[in-house]
Each structure stands twice: as structure tokens, then as C-alpha cells.
């Protein structure tokens, strides 16, 4: 333990004392003894034993650390300024601890959104199997890409060379009864492979298997954690259980882990997809698809091995009898395979990282503005700096002195800033964006904390190096008494000068950037979605599976009872009910569409989405019918073949709303009459384009010519009332439908104006996190200004009172000093004009219906900014004009 103990020499040097004064003692007895005196016994032997404090510095030397030693001392003088200075200190560790907070939090963000891999074992060997239809028109337009259709999956799993496992999968909603209140819940259907390619093990239970694959078989099903949790207490006698889903029973034969997610979707429950090989189809493109590559198989080799299979696929399935295999070449099919972490990332990469680097610019005003509060400080202890000079003190020393003091400001800082960070990033969870994918996985971890310490050392380095080379390189640093307007000290205010510039240069680039954000935003809210008075739009969603009703009619009959019984609610003015309303994340259905007045049905017309929809249903949204009229009960009851449509679409077949009236469009058969045209709605937000759609009524005739069919089970209701939101109306909601029948759930209960603000959710997390940058811009280069031009009234004190006493004005001293303040203000407005232009161009893809150069917001932001330099200089510059020229003269 000696290398511990040489940590703390303490002991040893008091014992070197002892062993000094001991020897001397003896020498001092041996010589009284001789006979000498003692005083003067004691002298010789001092005299004969040397310096005494000589031989204890060189002790000192040889069994300390000595250099470490004197950092400590430089420490302990650090923090003895600091605690002396409370309101320097405080504001120096809050703007710090701000500044590093904020950064620490976005990083954290952008790390366990972007930089972390997926949670899944070798991450890099999924893929999403995606595939391109260029020849497809109208595809790109409201899907990403084609997905895989059922018998995409099995020639894809069965006939590869280059996957280990492939799976496909869709999310949907079910029903659960039997274990409290009918309730509608997340639920995932899976094929085999999807498990496999993602190798997690269950928690509780088993993987759903292949044998549950079977259609004809037991009907099994596993729980997500949560939901595990929430309805069984955690109970793992749950496994073996039987759960109605759907009014089917199933067992329960595993539970996934706790934050298992589905690429980036959560659930309820996993069930087989249970596919029946004889069934299917060529078409059916409604299936996500994962795979894991085999070991040393790249993304461009997966790709060529899709683009093998494609023939195959067209070659071993049909459409049915007397239709063309390969009608699908048209669409020029085509693979695009891209890493699964991109599919789960999706466009928000770059949203991201334009907030982390105005964040970051944040942080360099931060330093800018810490350098300019110790570049005073350290000018206020010049005589200080010039002792320590003289007494032997190099510059090295001097600067290590200054440094030090940077350090441990950013450093606690930089501890202030993680308490910053850790509340910032429990705010974001609670707001839960709905477009910030990997949520679950950002948290203060490790790799933040260090990002944090990183930040704090440099930072400090970064804002202390500049006073400490000026004040250290400074040409009378030695000088004791030099005067404070010598050329040291114009050259450290021409540094602040040029630091405040700075300030105000990325002030402008981070405030150009928020305005940019806050005139998307008001243009998004300009846009008419297709619907009137959202706060009053009350939605829910239904869904009757085909074992709890089996017969179409019976299904229309109930949907129809629910809507009467829900208009029965007090308060409810209208009720009418769709597969999907706009923008509630229902991924809608598509097809080809023929017309009949067109002679190229085998030209592949353009794919279109499909809603299919009740009468009422435009009435109670606030929808405009532009031609024509909404669907009646009696076409639905009638099964009569009509169908409305959009306002664009109708505009691109026959050129206006009311010459698409009376003319006949199809599907499949039959052709089905246009009785009217509705406006368009924005189905996917307002800041994507209006698809053109085909509205269905809610209950068609088959295409194959049999009763009466095809129509969606699940729809979402919507009551247009004063009572949106409330829970009374909720309550009376769920009564009105288990009047009707008590095994229906309801669910997504929700206001069209919480719907609609979720389209707004990229958007609003940019503007506020750009806001929030914008204004600690503009506050620090408020105090930037502000701190500068004060400074300077002091330090001219005198030369201000002289003036005053041979006659100066108070309203030109004052001009005077407004006009330096905006000297420097233009001067960073002119640089700050040229780096936003570069971010602007950055931020194009962000922005919607205005041009990253808005004459509003290039013209505006600027006079904002010589604003605050009036306003901060303007103070400082009354403060001036109320010196009394008598009290200095005297002084003098």
C-alpha cells in the first residue's frame, strides 16, 4: 500500500520534522556535554546540520506529487473566488447548465433514435422487404412502396437463396370478451418467419409455431408485456388460458418481453396469420415484410435474388380463372430491400438533425457569452494577475489558473446540466410525439452522460482559452498599476466586441430558422383539411368480426341501429360513419378503377384509394358535396351500384365535379353510377396533397355477382356535437352501443381536433425545439449586448463625465452609445445573413407553402434583432447620461 500512502505525504513530512529536531537534540547534548553553553550548543548544531527548511522542500519534491499539489492549491483558490462571487457563479453555472442541458437532451434523443442499432441480435443482418412499382401510376401518391401480398410471401420464403428467415405481417384491431367490458385492443397478425428473423425470446411461453400456422387448427395467440401486465397481474398461470378474441377462443401460449416491440410497432397481441395456400391470390399487396440475410449476403445480392423470384411468383399464382399471370408486368415490379432500421427511422433523420445542430449553435453562444463574462472578470483582477506576475508566476501558470476556473464552471455546469436534460427528456415521454419512432429506447445513458462530460471539458477549454491567452499574452500582464486603457485592454475589448458579434450573427441564423418553422405551422393551419369544427367532431371506432355476425346484411342493419342510437344523444346534431375519417392513421384500401366511358381498360389505369362510406357521413363532417348528393340507407339496403367521389379525381377523369355526375365507373362489376363529388380531404395530414379517393357505400354488391358482400366491418363513427370530448358523452356512447349489442367494443375514442393535431406532430416538435433555441439566442445575445456596452460605460466613466462637464448633450452620449451597440449588431446581422441562407437551404424539406427565403421572415427577424440591441444598449446608455461631471472631476 506504499503507492497509497505517497497519495497522502502528510504523515511522512511530519515525520521528517520529528527526525530533524531529534538529530539536532542529540548534536545539542553531545556538545553541552563537551561543555558548550546550551543556546550556544544548539546554534552549532543547527549551523553543522544545514537548512533545515531546504532539506524539507527537497523531501517534499522527491515524495510528493508536487505539480499535482499545486493544481490542488489552484483548485482550492478556484473555488474560493467562485463562492466569493455568489451572483457571477450562479449566473455563470445556470447558462452553463442551460446550454449543456439542452444539448445532452437532444443528443440523447438523436442517439437512441438514430446512432443506436436496432434491439434485435446482429441488427444489420434485417431487412424490410419492400418492392417499387414505377409503372403502377397513382401508387406512389398514398403508400410507401408496394408491400407483399400472401403469395409474394410464399414463393419469396420458400424459393430464396439469400434469407435465413422471411416473415410478412399486418397490424389490426380485435376484439376481446369474456375478461371485464368488451374492449378493443392492438393486435398483430404474423406469419412464420417474423419471430424467427427478429430472435427474441419470449418472456413466459413459447413462439407462436408453425403449427399454429394452420387455418384448420387450434387457434392460438401470445401477449405483448404490457398487456400481459394490465389484464393478468403478470400472471404466468395466464399461459394455457383461453382468451374470446373475436368471439373465437384461443390459447394463450407466450408472452413477448418487456419493450418488445414489432420493428416500431406495439401490440397487444401476436396472432397467426394462418394463411390457407389454396386461397390466395396474386394480389392482396397489404403485408409488411421482414427478413434476416444470411451470413455475408448484402442488400444488393437480396435484391437480385427478389428480382429471380418475380417471374416465378407470376408464374405459380393467378387472379383467378381466365385473368392474365402476368398483367403484373406492367408495374415494372421491381425489389427495394433497405436496411430495417431505416424502414423504423423513416423521414424523421433529418429533423433531427437540424435540431441538434441549432442546439448546438446554442451551446456556442453559450460559450461566447461565458467568454465575454470571464474576459471582465478577468480585466477586474488585472492588479491581481500582475502580483502573482511579479512574484514569479509565469504565464503557464497564469493560464493554467484561468483554465482551471473554465473547467470547473463547465464541469458543474455540465452536473447542473444533467438534472436539465433528465427533466427535459421525462417531458418529452409524457408528450409522447407520435411521429418520434424508438421512444421507448431514449433515456440518460451512458453514452449521453459522457457526451455531457465531453461537452462540459470542452466548452470549458473553449470559453477560457480566450481570456486566458489575452490576459496571459498581453504586452503589460507584468505591469503592476498599468492603466485600464492601455493597448492590453483594447485588445480584450475588441475581443468582446468581436464575441458579441458572433452572438448576434447565430442569432440570427437560429431565430430565421423558428420564424421559418412558425410560418409553416400557420400555413399548415390555413389549409382546409376536408372537414369543418374539429373540437366538435366526437370519433370512435367499431368492429363486428365475422364470428360474432356473420351475415352482411345483419352487419349493415347493426351498424345502421348503432348510428341511430348514438343520434338519439342529446347534443347530437349528426352521426355518420367511414372505414377511415382523415388522418387517423387507417391505412385505406386501393385498386385499379375503370371507366366507362374510356375504351383502355387494358391501358392499366391508375390506382386510387377506396373509403367506403354511410349516408350522412359528409353532412356531419363539415364536407362539402359539390355535385350531386351523399349516399341514402335505401341505396345501401337496395344495394344499388353508386359510388361519390373527390373533387380532384373527378377533376382528372372528367374535368369539373358536376361532369363527373351520372357517368359510371368500376372495380371489378359492377359499374357503379357517380351521384356525387365531394372536396377533398387531406387523408394524411394537411401537409401532403389531398389523394384522389373513391367513396364506396358501406355495403356493395360482390363483384363476382353474388348477394350482396363486400363491406368493411370495422368503421369509425362520427357525431358531430357540442359535447365532443366529454366524458358524459362517452358514457352515453357506450351505452348507446351495447344497446344495440354488449360484445362490441369501442375504441379510438378521440375528437377530430386531437386526430388533426397529431398531422401536426413533426412539425410542432421542430417549431418548438427551434423556438426554444431561438429564444435563449436571443436572450443571451440580449445579455451579450448588454454586458459589453455596460462594461464600456464604466471603463469610460470618466471620459463620459469630461465630456459632460464641457458641455456634451445627454441625448448624443446617448445616440453615441446606442449607435456602437448597432455598429456591432450590423455587422453580425450581415455574417448571420449568410449562414442562414446556408441553413435555410437545409431546412426546405421541413417547411411547407413557403420558400426557405420568405421575404416576411428575412425582413423581420433582422429588425427584431437591432430591436433588443436598442433595447439592451439603452440602459447602459442612461446610466451614462446620468453621471454627475462633479463627483468624477473630484474624484480625479
Known amino acids: 500500500m506504499s503507492w497509497l500512502r505517497s497519495l497522502f505525504p502528510h504523515r511522512r513530512f511530519d515525520d521528517i520534522s520529528i527526525s530533524i529536531e531529534e538529530h539536532i537534540a542529540e548534536k545539542t547534548e553531545e556538545l553541552m556535554e563537551e561543555g558548550m553553553p546550551r543556546e550556544q550548543a544548539e546554534h552549532t548544531a543547527r549551523r553543522a546540520f544545514g537548512n533545515v527548511t531546504l532539506l524539507r522542500e527537497r523531501s517534499r519534491e522527491v515524495w510528493q506529487w508536487q505539480r499535482l499539489l499545486s493544481v490542488a492549491s489552484d483548485l482550492r483558490l478556484v473555488f474560493r473566488r467562485l463562492w466569493r462571487s455568489p451572483a457571477f457563479t450562479v449566473t455563470a453555472i445556470l447558462t ?46 398514398f403508400t410507401d412502396g408496394l408491400r407483399l401480398s400472401p ?50 425470446p419470449p418472456a413466459a411461453g413459447r413462439w407462436i409455431s408453425h403449427a399454429d400456422q394452420d387455418p384448420h387448427g387450434a387457434k392460438a395467440v401470445m401477449l405483448g408485456y404490457g398487456y400481459w401486465q394490465r389484464r393478468f397481474g403478470g400472471d404466468r398461470s ?33 396472432v397467426p396469420l394462418a394463411l390457407d395456400r389454396n386461397r390466395q391470390t396474386l394480389a392482396g399487396f397489404a403485408f409488411t415484410g421482414i427478413a434476416r440475410l444470411r451470413p455475408g449476403v448484402s442488400i444488393a445480392t437480396a435484391n437480385a435474388d427478389i428480382a429471380r423470384m418475380l417471374p416465378l411468383w407470376m408464374d405459380s399464382w393467378s387472379n383467378g380463372p381466365g385473368t392474365d399471370s402476368h398483367w403484373y408486368e406492367a408495374w415494372k415490379i421491381t425489389p427495394s430491400l433497405r436496411p430495417l432500421k431505416q424502414d423504423v427511422i423513416g423521414n424523421v433523420r433529418s429533423v433531427l438533425w437540424v435540431v441538434m445542430a441549432t442546439i448546438a449553435l446554442v451551446m456556442i453562444i453559450v460559450c461566447a457569452n461565458m467568454a465575454n463574462l470571464l ?39 455540465g452536473l447542473f446540466g444533467v438534472g436539465f436534460a433528465y427533466a427535459g427528456l421525462r417531458l418529452l415521454l409524457r408528450l409522447n410525439p407520435s411521429n418520434l419512432p424508438r421512444l421507448a429506447e431514449i433515456s440518460l445513458d451512458a453514452p449521453a452522460l459522457l457526451f455531457t462530460l465531453a461537452l462540459s471539458l470542452i466548452a470549458g477549454l473553449l470559453f477560457g482559452s480566450i481570456p486566458a491567452w489575452k490576459i496571459a499574452w498581453a504586452p503589460n500582464h507584468s505591469a503592476l498599476g498599468s492603466s485600464r486603457t492601455s493597448g492590453a485592454s483594447r485588445e480584450r475589448h475588441r475581443s468582446r466586441n468581436m464575441l458579441v458579434i458572433l452572438q448576434v450573427a447565430l442569432s440570427l441564423v437560429l431565430l430565421i430558422a423558428a420564424a421559418l418553422m412558425i410560418r409553416t405551422f400557420q400555413r399548415l393551419r390555413s389549409v382546409n383539411p376536408g372537414f369543418t369544427d374539429a373540437g366538435h367532431l366526437q370519433t370512435m371506432r367499431i368492429s363486428i368480426p365475422e364470428s360474432l355476425i356473420a351475415d352482411s346484411q345483419t352487419v349493415a342493419r347493426t351498424q345502421n341501429e348503432i348510428a341511430d342510437r348514438l343520434a338519439a344523444i342529446p347534443g347530437v346534431r349528426s352521426v355518420g360513419f367511414a372505414t377511415a375519417v382523415p388522418m387517423d392513421g387507417i391505412e385505406s384500401n386501393w385498386n385499379l378503377i375503370f371507366m366507362e366511358d374510356r375504351k383502355s381498360e387494358n391501358d392499366h389505369p391508375p390506382l386510387r384509394l377506396f373509403n367506403y362510406a354511410s349516408p350522412n357521413l359528409f353532412h356531419t363532417m363539415g364536407t362539402r358535396v359539390l355535385a350531386g348528393r351523399e349516399f341514402t340507407w335505401t341505396d345501401i339496403y337496395g344495394g344499388k351500384p353508386v359510388v361519390i367521389l373527390s373533387a380532384n379525381l373527378a377533376r382528372e377523369l372528367w374535368g369539373s365535379p358536376s361532369a363527373a355526375i351520372g357517368k359510371s365507373i368500376r372495380e371489378f362489376v359492377p359499374w357503379h353510377e357517380v351521384v356525387g363529388v365531394v372536396e377533398d380531404m387531406h387523408q394524411n395530414g394537411v401537409d401532403k396533397d389531398a389523394p384522389a379517393i373513391v367513396y364506396w357505400p358501406t355495403k356493395q354488391g360482390d363483384y363476382r355477382g353474388a348477394d350482396a358482400t363486400d363491406f368493411s366491418r370495422s368503421v369509425t363513427f362520427a357525431l358531430r356535437t357540442d359535447r365532443a370530448g366529454t366524458e358524459s358523452l362517452v358514457g352515453e356512447m357506450e351505452h348507446a352501443v351495447w344497446s344495440v349489442d354488449a360484445n362490441l367494443p369501442l375504441a379510438s375514442i378521440q375528437t377530430m381536433q386531437e386526430i388533426e393535431s397529431r398531422s401536426f406532430a413533426r412539425t410542432s416538435f421542430t417549431l418548438v425545439m427551434l423556438a426554444i433555441a431561438g429564444s435563449m439566442a436571443l436572450l443571451l445575445g440580449i445579455i451579450g449586448i448588454y454586458g459589453v456596452i455596460s462594461y464600456t460605460v464604466s471603463q469610460q466613466r470618466r471620459e463620459i463625465g ?6 456634451a448633450q445627454k441625448a448624443a452620449l446617448c445616440w453615441r452609445i446606442v449607435g456602437s451597440a448597432l455598429v456591432l449588431t450590423g455587422i453580425g446581422l450581415a455574417i448571420g445573413l449568410c449562414a442562414a441562407a446556408g441553413l435555410a437551404g437545409l431546412m426546405k424539406s421541413l417547411l411547407f407553402g ?14 427584431v434583432l437591432a430591436a433588443a440591441a436598442v433595447m439592451a444598449s439603452s440602459l447602459p446608455a442612461r446610466r451614462a447620461a446620468a453621471i454627475d461631471p462633479a463627483e468624477v472631476l473630484k474624484a480625479e
Request: proline letters at 5%; one cysteine or more.
Open 375 to 413: 474576459l471582465v472578470r478577468a480585466e477586474a483582477r488585472h492588479l491581481e494577475l500582475s502580483i502573482r506576475s511579479a512574484l514569479g508566476a509565469g504565464r503557464a501558470r497564469i493560464v493554467r489558473a484561468l483554465l482551471l476556473e473554465s473547467l470547473t464552471l463547465g464541469l458543474i455546469g
Open 151 to 200: 403469395s409474394m410471401y410464399f414463393t419469396f420464403s420458400e424459393q430464396n437463396r439469400a434469407f435465413q428467415s422471411l416473415g410478412i405481417w399486418i397490424r389490426h384491431t380485435a376484439s376481446v370478451t369474456g375478461l371485464a367490458q368488451p374492449e378493443e385492443v392492438r393486435a398483430i397478425s404474423i406469419s412464420d418467419g417474423v419471430l424467427e428473423s427478429l430472435e427474441v
Open 850 to 863: 413557403i420558400s426557405p427565403f420568405d421575404p416576411l421572415t428575412w425582413c423581420v427577424i433582422p429588425l
Open 238 to 270: 395466464a399461459i394455457g388460458r383461453t382468451l374470446l378474441l373475436d368471439a373465437q377462443p384461443r390459447l394463450i401460449v407466450g408472452v413477448m418481453p418487456r419493450g418488445f416491440r414489432l420493428v416500431d410497432t406495439d401490440f397487444d397481441l401476436l
Open 802 to 807: 469630461i465630456r459632460l462637464a464641457l458641455g
Open 96 to 141: 452553463l447548465a442551460i446550454g449543456i442541458g439542452a444539448n445532452t437532451a437532444v443528443f440523447s434523443v438523436l442517439d437512441g433514435v438514430l446512432l443506436k442499432p436496432l434491439p434485435y441480435s446482429h441488427p444489420e443482418q434485417l431487412v424490410a422487404t419492400r418492392l417499387a412499382a414505377p409503372g403502377a401510376a397513382g401508387l406512389a401518391n
